[in-house]
């Protein structure tokens, strides 16, 4: 079965980085695009980008263009998203998750807690 | 960039009841429109997708409607685990998602 299995929670001072991973298996990795999505605490979900991971190409949103980067590893079936400049209000929970191919996410990973805190 | 409108932003209803949430789109996005429910804690989870088709495993009670502009998803029976927060979402080379609808027991 498809699983997503991201790395676990992260607390960052602001201007820092960070760097979540999610790790695929059940399904052949480079056959679907996949995204970054956040949920800051109590709010709506917010998408930050994708990547094809047949050729490594992306896409950003507007407002994380030059401050995100979506990389993956084929060899392990794995795509990374890395924040760089963190502000207090990056503080959310970033979901990996599939493309199932109709510009819908068929299936998520379990979210990876990012705080931001001096 | 097109602006989803979902619609209302909660919702107070009891088990059996049939549920009715909105999606309203900027402009024509055809048949776009995907529909997702999450609880608390958890990812979200795709319930339908291009506006009617259920995603495999979903329950029946669950369907969606709508074409172009306007959009509605439906549970036709209540049950107690659909308590839940609802948001529509839509693909136009950028990916949005409505305000969503907090769905709690009245």
């Known amino acids: 079965q498809v699983q997503l299995v991201q790395s676990g929670a992260e607390v960052k001072k602001p201007g820092a980085s960070v760097k979540v991973s999610c790790k695929t298996s059940?399904?052949?990795?480079?056959?679907?695009?996949m995204h970054w999505i956040r949920q800051a605490p109590g709010q709506g979900l917010e998408w930050v980008g994708w990547i094809n991971p047949a050729n490594g190409g992306t896409n950003y949103a507007r407002k994380f263009q030059g401050r995100v980067s979506v990389t993956r590893d084929t060899s392990i079936n794995t795509m990374y998203m890395e924040l760089n400049r963190l502000k207090s209000d990056d503080t959310a929970v970033y979901y990996c998750a599939r493309d199932g191919s109709s510009w819908m996410f068929d299936h998520w990973g379990q979210g990876t807690l990012v705080t931001v805190s001096s | 960039d097109i602006q989803m409108t979902q619609s209302p932003s909660s919702l107070s209803a009891s088990v059996g009841d049939r549920v009715t949430i909105t999606c309203q789109a900027s402009?024509?996005?055809?048949?776009?429109l995907n529909w997702y429910q999450q609880k608390p804690g958890k990812a979200p989870k795709l319930l339908i997708y291009d506006a009617s088709i259920l995603q495999k495993g979903v329950p029946s009670r669950f369907s969606g409607s709508g074409y172009g502009t306007d959009f509605t998803f439906t549970i036709s029976s209540l049950q107690p685990e659909d308590f839940a927060t609802y948001y529509c979402q839509h693909y136009d080379h950028l990916y949005t998602f409505g305000q969503g609808t907090i769905l709690d027991v009245k």
């Open positions: 059940g399904y052949s990795f480079t056959g679907f695009y």
């Open positions: 402009q024509d996005i055809s048949k776009y």
